[in-house]
């Protein structure tokens, strides 16, 4: 029984480490480790940060992404060791301990001086079962080894291709980001060429966020440099500004807004598949006083929304095929979601530092500046 317990072990940790760093996709509707996992130690730790407040909360969040997989390496390694231990007690323990008389605690000791390949000599395998299982583990730990060092670069490439639009878009659409900030600072854009392009990067990024989150979703709790930037909201925020444009902006980019609108959709929904989140509501992000102010700030730049009389109409059902799911994986991953337009002028991050200075661009003339 010891030994096929330790065989079924086996098998779950080692599928569960395929599917999780081998495997290029998506994997749910099944019981995993990988997945209870993150279920159990996520939870009470977003259930810690509520007690903290501001940045504090924010920065004990950010913990949680780098130390998961941490812990989950730790949890896969302590799995193989275990199974391998129980796989040589049901063998018969057939071990020479120079310190004692063998047993189960020797078989785990055993199995965790080969699995991490120490040699240290003092347990020693005798019968060929037991030496057959000795050499496999020693081969795995190797193994083991390999993924691990190929697994964090892997991941930190992935974070660090994200982070860059997102810092990118500090400047474009302000901190917070926002999609009435976005738009008004492309107000001088001559036949919103700077824009078009800006949508068809973003939609190469939703697509990169898609497969490496989808193919390493730990990925997902780590946070942003600023706490008032996240990939979550940026993602709302390209959709939010692409809503605007496809229902309401006259001679805008309208074909690469529907393209970004539809990749950055896709998403958001299939991460709320994979983060089992189902599509929520929390309230209107957009009622009536902020669609007004949405339209006083386009105009001030120039840009007039179209005289529709379905355009509220319209722009809410646009809203309703992603803000569920965004506001799903908000409440899951305690991501803010950006304003569609901000409460208050605030400095953007670039122009703060750590002495509260606060840097601004020369006026473009003598009534705006650039930002």
């Not at 660090?160 to 639009?165: I, K, N, P, T």
């Not at 953007?348 to 200075?357: E, F, G, L, V, Y």
Request: hydrophobic fraction near 50%.
């Amino acid at each position: 029984m010891a030994g096929v317990g330790g065989a079924v072990l086996l098998a779950v940790v080692l599928w569960d480490a395929f599917e999780t760093i081998i495997l290029p996709r998506r994997v749910s509707g099944r019981i995993r480790l990988t997945k209870l996992f993150y279920r159990f130690t996520w939870i009470p730790w977003r259930g810690t940060a509520r007690l903290l407040s501001g940045r504090r909360r924010d920065a004990f969040l950010s913990f949680y992404g780098p130390l998961s997989l941490i812990l989950l390496l730790a949890l896969w390694a302590a799995g193989i060791v275990l199974a391998f231990g129980l796989l040589q007690w049901g063998a018969g323990s057939a071990l020479t301990f120079a310190g004692g008389l063998p047993g189960f605690g020797s078989d785990v000791y055993m199995s965790g001086t080969t699995f991490f390949t120490l040699g240290l000599g003092d347990v020693v395998p005798k019968s060929a079962v037991a030496k057959g299982l000795t050499a496999v583990e020693a081969g795995m730990g190797f193994a083991f080894l390999a993924v691990v060092i190929g697994y964090f670069p892997v991941i930190y490439q992935a974070f660090s291709r994200r982070e860059v639009a997102i810092s990118l878009l500090d400047a474009r659409a302000g901190s917070p980001p926002s999609a009435a900030e976005l738009l008004w600072r492309h107000r001088g854009d001559p036949g919103a060429a700077a824009l078009a392009d800006l949508l068809r990067e973003w939609e190469r990024w939703a697509a990169d966020v898609l497969e490496s989150h989808l193919s390493y979703p730990p990925l997902a709790y780590f946070r942003s440099q600023h706490y008032n930037e996240s990939w979550l909201a940026a993602l709302t925020t390209i959709l939010d500004t692409s809503a605007v444009v496809m229902v309401g902006l006259e001679g805008w980019c309208l074909r690469q807004a529907e393209l970004t609108f539809a990749m950055a959709r896709h998403a958001v929904v299939d991460l709320a598949q994979v983060f089992s989140t189902p599509p929520g509501h929390a309230g209107d992000r957009l009622p009536a006083a902020d669609l007004a102010r949405l339209r006083e700030r386009l105009a001030s730049g120039g840009m007039r929304l179209k005289a529709r009389p379905d355009f509220e109409e319209r722009l809410t059902e646009l809203r309703r095929m992603y803000e569920p799911y965004v506001i799903a994986l908000s409440r899951y991953l305690s991501l803010p979601l950006p304003p569609w337009i901000r409460a208050t002028e605030r400095p953007d991050n670039w122009q703060t530092s750590a002495w509260d200075r606060v840097v601004r661009l020369p006026a473009r003339d003598s009534s705006e500046d650039h930002f």
